[in-house]
């Protein structure tokens, strides 16, 4: 499978990554941002490696971030060749490899700061997590440009790990707090087809939550963290993952252990995996997601609180767990084409991942609030982990580096492909081509997409080709239409799981339209969401929309909108870099009637006020301000 | 003046006060109470007496619990006659008088735990605190019961405190962290008549807030609790008490020192001060009050935040806070007679006050937020200040014994007196008598207010007397009217600043009838207070009410009221000791129409709810649930 992305939304930000964010984002782990917090991260493996003196600054999973970064510039240079781009990843490779102990192992926190704690703390001391960053990176250097080096430093990595943990070591019953090795193990294993790797990755899964845990022990779990956020729930650990119903704990863990799981599930044909990740995702799809995709509604513990319990400004909704979301989708609909997987990784993809990073992508996110009031967000001290602006860089810097590879691999989100079926799951034009059957049949697909639900798409095969090509029927639209050279198509028959199947002989010109009308839906929530209770959210197609004080004055949470205003959609080019925002009339207080009063009897006198609505995910591209989704229904 | 209760609403309260009130908070003082938090705050003068082993246990201001439940129970004694309770009471002051030191330092803490450390942490120490509640309590019981032990003891502290420091001192620079000595120097002024005492309130009030600040050099102040929400704001001590414009810090502390700025403007007739107060009332009344006369915003540093920001579900509002707002309105008013004074004061104690007791008198909040969620509020970090069910002690106990002394002397609360005018201020049954030019006036006041807006007051003299009677017109009333002898009164030509003046020659027999109608208002918010957008508040004449899970279900916020829906005020007998109540329609969602879904496009269906609303300051009286106080407004 091939796929060029062509398109006006997406292709753009996939050059930027590839053109600006990767090149910025190299100079922030070298601590060449002015006014950024400092990375340190290549420094460390210079100390690690004995050519630089000095200390081990930063997180302890500092090695992950270029780790994460390496991942997204291999991706990107699978469409935009960058020789120089390469010879500094080589050069980190050979220093990492300088870096890496005799025995294999790789860590650059452990190596210069705490030599003799190796293996003691796998409850946060994020080893496993490290190496299965680097072992995606060396994966993905590996697949792009066919250089072993990396690779080759990371089998010996994995080999060492395979040797002293797993099944028939006697450390059986370990696993790292945060998952991302066994996501890592089941890569490698794909390239390597080294079947002990999976099986690695498969114990992994397999360990986790046994009772009782060995974390129970762990110093690093006894000791840092002792209170009941941080009991085994937050590791996922709570019980053995089959058995788990409910997305517990720290959202960015959870997401990365249910894509393992998916993974594994995948390899082996697990279906009592597939059983468990279905309740896992249902459970936090339906009761724990915010609208926009964002996962986490507390920062105390990064984690999942209870069901319906979503504040919009105290929200966590860490970008990295949107990722993850996105992660676990892609996956889930591999292994089952519901377009309830589909619809989500759509949805977490416009808006809750993409407002982690600013339009020029170069300033940041790692808090997604839903709801957001600047002079508020910075006094009060439950909202200290909400920024009110994009920064340049974080101390803890998981999620700029994690957009990175997402948006430089993004292409592989667009389509599945089995046996006689292709399945189109993200709509934007793009070039594509597959091998069914040993036929090569290509699609090009041209739309506006977001902006515009219709979506042309023309088959060129060399001879008729018969399969099945599917396309995801959105959830948010109420009318789509299919013709297939110009014929309509009976959806009704051929729609099932939210997925519209055409199977035929295509022959070279076919051409099939897709229409799926957009209008400017109101959305609610669940009555058991309390914050949400009297709101709507605006909804253009996939995208979420906000308001924000650049448009509409400060104060937003004074603004409603009567039942039956009318609102519409335009695309305006001069805003955002081009966007479609939706305009209405919203009502507004008298102000002039409050004489500063902080109580009085109620009085309903409102003015009507002209307010504009723009992508949540655009919001913070402008001068500082408010912003909120929900807005009140009068 | 003389003023008895015999109202049905407060003085059953006073006489609960008195008879299981006090009692039950000496068993708690005693740790005799199952399930408690410890207190140990009596055991902790026997160690510091010598008379028994052991260390000092609490909080380092523990002593003033004892101090605070000695001065309720001495206010009590004037109604209650009780020499039991006396005979425990002097015991108690007999063993302070052993745990004093012979230079007349009493502090259990210090004395026991940090003998060296004696005035060394003014910051968070809390000395003199403790040395003010103590006087306090001393004043008050020599004045009820004629007994002189006490106050010796207290005056020997005084007038040791008064050697070391003040403006002749040495350590001249110096004032506690917590105001409260300076209340107390005014009260034990106003008994002994020894200006010194004065003299030292007004030098620890003008030392306050000069720059800069000894605090800074304070180990306590600079290591205890270093971050920006302890800064010398949080101590009222950023600014000199007359350039103070804003209400800022932990909220108790404010109303504490502004209390005393008050006396001291009242003794020395100190105008600067008053008009520094005025503007700090209006601050503190118009930006950052509860409708409920609560008080701070925030857990962390318990403290007031931003103007307009006061959210409900994780507020502060410390039934501590809102009585010493209570103490601060009755000093305005003695200033000012102004019905903004007056107006507050009554809606403090109605509602902010009295919540923090449960109807039975041995349950308590320390913190009133005014919307909980159970589940939520239990399992949020950013919740974990507030008790969803009133307990019976806290480790930290500063306010049961705080509202117990002010209930067992809330008939001071009610009329203020100067030369040739009687001012009522609070409303309810009672007998009163007065001396006005010599002459005796008495008034019996007959009302079942706040439950009925119609108060009928007779005037008793034994000889025509000349003098004014004053009555608030409170703010919520819209339709006021008096009627003297039957005969209607003008009110337009006899209202100044919210109080109807009545001059008159008074003959026995006369009667005033005071007729507030009382209605149920919808009141609303300025729309800078963010939460509560689109939402009123239920008040019916002082009365502030909400929604209790006990009478509408679960998931309050679903309900909303319909603009013209009617809602009808009703006494209710059987419920909750006897209290109106509102009742109405109100809207709710169609539960059946949601099918596990947590967002859709919006479907306005409601269905009509009896909504049955009770007095805030009652809620949790029942089974534990929900409780709102904001309500929206479809």
């Known amino acids: 499978m091939q796929v060029r992305l062509s398109d006006q939304f997406w292709q753009p930000k996939v050059r930027q990554t ?49 780790a994460k970064w390496i991942e997204a510039a291999a991706y990107s240079l699978r469409q935009y060749r960058n020789p120089q781009l390469e010879g500094v990843i080589d050069a980190v490779v050979d220093l990492m490899g300088r870096a ?5 192992y790789l860590n650059t926190y452990y190596s210069v700061a705490e030599p003799d704690k190796r293996w003691t703390d796998f409850a946060f001391g994020h080893e496993l997590y490290c190496a299965g960053h680097l072992i995606e990176a060396a994966v993905a250097y590996y697949e792009s440009t066919g250089k072993r080096t990396f690779l080759d430093i990371m089998c010996r990595y994995a080999d060492y790990i395979d040797r002293i943990m797993g099944p028939e070591s006697e450390r059986t019953h370990l696993y790292c707090g945060h998952e991302e090795i066994e996501l890592a193990l089941a890569k490698l294993y794909r390239t390597t087809q080294e079947e002990r790797y999976l099986k690695l990755c498969r114990h992994f899964i397999e360990e986790r939550g046994k009772q009782p845990s060995f974390l129970k022990d762990d110093p690093g779990f006894g000791f840092q963290f002792k209170d009941r956020w941080f009991e085994l729930d937050y590791h996922q650990a709570h019980a053995p993952v089959r058995e788990q119903e409910t997305a517990e704990g720290h959202s960015v863990r959870a997401m990365y252990l249910y894509a393992a799981m998916a993974d594994l599930a995948i390899a082996y044909g697990d279906d009592t995996l597939t ?18 995709g964002g996962l986490g509604s507390q920062e105390h513990g990064e984690r999942f609180t209870l069901d319906y319990d979503l504040p919009n400004d105290t929200a966590y909704t860490e970008t990295c767990a949107s990722i ?5 989708a892609s996956r889930m609909l591999r292994l089952e084409m519901d377009s309830r997987f589909g619809d989500v990784m759509e949805r977490v993809l416009y808006n809750g991942v993409l407002s982690g990073m600013s339009l020029d992508g170069t300033r940041y996110f790692y808090v997604n609030p839903l709801e957001v009031h600047p002079a508020v967000a910075q006094y009060r001290y439950d909202m200290q982990h909400v920024k009110t602006e994009r920064v340049p860089w974080f101390g803890c810097a998981c999620c700029p580096p994690n957009i990175a590879r997402l948006l430089a691999s993004l292409d592989t989100y667009f389509f599945t492909q089995d046996e006689a079926e292709i399945a189109m799951h993200l709509y934007g034009a793009n070039e594509s081509s597959f091998q069914v059957r040993g036929q090569k049949i290509s699609l090009r697909t041209d739309t506006r997409y977001p902006w515009d639900g219709t979506i042309q798409v023309r088959v060129q095969v060399d001879a008729p080709t018969d399969c099945a090509i599917a396309f995801r029927i959105p959830a948010w639209c109420r009318q789509p239409s299919i013709q297939v050279n110009g014929e309509p198509v009976a959806l009704d028959a051929i729609v099932t799981r939210g997925y519209a199947r055409i199977r035929r002989t295509w022959t070279d010109g076919d051409e099939i339209l897709l229409h799926l009308p957009m209008v400017v839906e109101r959305i609610e929530s669940n009555p058991k969401v309390h914050e949400n209770a009297g709101k709507v959210a605006l909804q253009y197609g996939p995208i979420v929309y906000c308001l924000e004080e650049a448009d509409n004055g400060a104060d937003l949470t004074d603004i409603s909108l009567a039942e039956d205003a009318e609102l519409v959609a335009e695309y305006r080019e001069d805003l955002l870099g081009g966007t479609v925002v939706l305009t209405g009339e919203g009502l507004r207080s008298e102000e002039h009637s409050w004489r500063g009063e902080l109580y009085r009897p109620v009085n309903r006198q409102k003015n009507g006020v002209r307010i504009t609505a723009v992508p949540y995910a655009y919001w913070g591209n402008r001068q500082p301000g408010e912003m909120t989704v929900w807005i009140r229904e009068k």
Chains 1, 2 share one sequence.
């Open 18 to 66: 590839a053109l600006a964010t990767i090149p910025y984002q190299w100079k922030a782990l070298n601590d060449e941002i002015e006014g950024a917090e400092p990375s340190h991260a290549v420094e460390n493996f210079r100390i690690a490696a004995g050519e630089q003196t000095g200390t081990f600054y930063g997180m302890v999973f500092q090695d992950s971030d270029v």
């Open 100 to 104: 890496q102990q005799p025995d294999g």
């Open 275 to 292: 059983a468990a990740l279905r309740k896992l995702w249902d459970h936090v799809t339906s009761k724990r997601m915010y609208i926009t």
């Open 324 to 328: 993850g979301l996105v992660m676990l």
